[in-house]
Every structure is written in C-alpha cells, then in structure tokens.
C-alpha cells in the first residue's frame, strides 16, 4: 500500500493514513451491524463470499481510481473481511468442543500469524518485481477465484 500510494497515486502520507483508517472503520461497522443478530445463517456462503468481495476490491486499488472510490473500497472491504471473520468464530465457537475450543483457536491464529512473514516477502518480492498495482490486481483477482472456488463445494454453501 505505501508503493502504491506514492509512486503510483504520487499522494502523501495523509492519503496513506486516511486509507489505512478506512479498512478498521469498516471492520467496526461490521462489528456493530453483524453484531445485532444473535445467530449468523448461511455461514459458508458468509464467509467465502465476504472474503470474495474483499478480495476484489482490494484488487481494485490496482487500477488506481480516485480516492473517494478508494475510501470507499476499503470501507467496505473491512466490513466484508469481519463479516467473514464473525462467521468463522461462531462456526468455531458451535462446533468445537469447549474444552477444546482453546487450542483450536491458538492453532488457527498461529496457522494465519505463522504465515505473516511469508506473505510480506511474497509481496515485497511481487511488488519490486511487478509493481505495486499489478499486485494489488493479481492478488485480488486470486483471492477471489479461490473463494469463489470454495463457494462451489456443497458443504461451504451448506454451512448454516
């Protein structure tokens, strides 16, 4: 996101920052609208096609349009990326047992922090290679076709 926004938009750190605050309000506008159901239905359907959407306009930033349209974009990338979030801690929270709902949770955040620093060398390898657009597009584009891949098994779409 700093490449993309200095090289490519030739913007400033405000713009940066004033981005990097959109994604976190759109996650507590998720948290607050999402939170107001006591229960979560079509979860599988929740979880991959929030992750699709998210993907896709994370994608978007690639082809640099305005900024408001990007404010946009993030806004609501964060409220598709805790809707999906929402969905995987309530399936986890009914179909784990309580007295292991503990270790399988550290297992899953260890899995996704584990991998950190190997998506950032991906990434940081991607962008000096590609630029930063092209990264933004292809990664998109991925992470979409994936989820979107996931939404054609029948036990994702069957989640409830």
Same mark, same amino acid.
């Not at 896709?56 to 964060?78: H, M, S, T």
């Not at 399936?91 to 309580?98: M, T």
């Not at 270790?103 to 930063?132: C, H, N, Y």
């Given at each position: 996101?700093?490449?993309?926004?200095?090289?490519?938009?030739?913007?400033?750190?405000?713009?940066?920052?004033?981005?990097?605050?959109?994604?976190?309000?759109?996650?507590?506008?998720?948290?607050?609208?999402?939170?107001?159901?006591?229960?979560?239905?079509?979860?599988?359907? $929740?979880?991959?096609?929030?992750?699709?959407?998210?993907?896709?306009?994370?994608?978007?930033?690639?082809?640099?349009?305005?900024?408001?349209?990007?404010?946009?974009?993030?806004?609501?990338?964060?409220?598709?990326?805790?809707?999906?979030? $929402?969905?995987?801690?309530?399936?986890?929270?009914?179909?784990?047992?309580?007295?292991?709902?503990?270790?399988?949770?550290?297992?899953?955040?260890?899995?996704?922090?584990?991998?950190?620093?190997?998506?950032?060398?991906?990434?940081?390898?991607?962008?000096?290679? $590609?630029?930063?657009?092209?990264?933004?597009?292809?990664?998109?584009?991925?992470?979409?076709?994936?989820?979107?891949?996931?939404?054609?098994?029948?036990?994702?779409?069957?989640?409830?």
């Amino acid at each position: 996101m700093p490449f993309l926004v200095s090289d490519f938009m030739h913007a400033d750190v405000g713009t940066l920052g004033l981005l990097y605050a959109a994604f976190p309000l759109g996650y507590v506008i998720g948290g607050i609208w999402l939170g107001r159901y006591a229960k979560l239905r079509r979860r599988g359907r $929740l979880m991959f096609g929030s992750m699709a959407v998210a993907a896709l306009l994370l994608g978007l930033f690639g082809f640099l349009p305005p900024l408001p349209v990007l404010l946009v974009a993030a806004l609501i990338n964060g409220f598709a990326l805790e809707a999906g979030h $929402l969905a995987w801690t309530n399936v986890l929270q009914e179909r784990v047992p309580n007295e292991q709902l503990g270790r399988v949770v550290s297992i899953d955040a260890m899995g996704s922090f584990g991998l950190l620093p190997v998506g950032f060398a991906v990434a940081g390898w991607a962008t000096e290679t $590609l630029g930063a657009p092209l990264v933004f597009i292809i990664g998109g584009a991925v992470t979409a076709g994936i989820a979107l891949l996931a939404l054609a098994h029948p036990a994702i779409r069957g989640l409830d």
